[in-house]
Nanobody
Framework: HVQLVESGGGSVQPGGSLTLSCKVSSTTKLTFCMGWFRQAPGKEREAVAAHYTGTATTYVADSVKGRFTISRDKAENTLHLQMNSLQPEDTAMYYC????????????????????RGQGTQVTVS
């Protein structure tokens, strides 16, 4: 069972920046795909970005491309999501998730295969 501990999030004005972090622990898997998805009230879950550790492949949603950057600190087994130029439509609960199976073809596939997730952290842009 993979444990995920999230940090970061908060409230910012439009155009501001935030960084989310997710530390992965309690896993013996050497390769997995970890990333972030978000869900706003009344809206469907949306995959934001993910990183497959085996090949260092990253996946980024078109809605955040050019504004959000995903990176991994291998030594700390921590995933970071740097969010710049935040807009009100980015307001949501952000969750860190891990898929310990085969590398996904795309973000939509990854978010469906998530087998562990964090508790979520709120991001509010207003």
């Amino acid at each position: 069972h993979v444990q995920l501990v999230e940090s970061g999030g908060g409230s910012v004005q439009p155009g501001g920046s935030l960084t989310l972090s997710c530390k992965v622990s309690s896993t013996t898997k050497l390769t997995f795909c970890m990333g972030w998805f978000r869900q706003a009230p009344g809206k469907e879950r949306e995959a934001v970005a993910a990183h497959y550790t085996g090949t260092a492949t990253t996946y980024v949603a078109d809605s955040v491309k050019g504004r959000f950057t995903i990176s991994r600190d291998k030594a700390e087994n921590t995933l970071h999501l740097q969010m710049n130029s935040l807009q009100p439509e980015d307001t949501a609960m952000y969750y860190c998730g891990v898929d310990t199976g085969a590398p996904p073809e795309n973000l939509d596939e990854w978010v469906q295969w998530i087998d562990s997730r964090g508790q979520g952290t709120q991001v509010t842009v207003s």
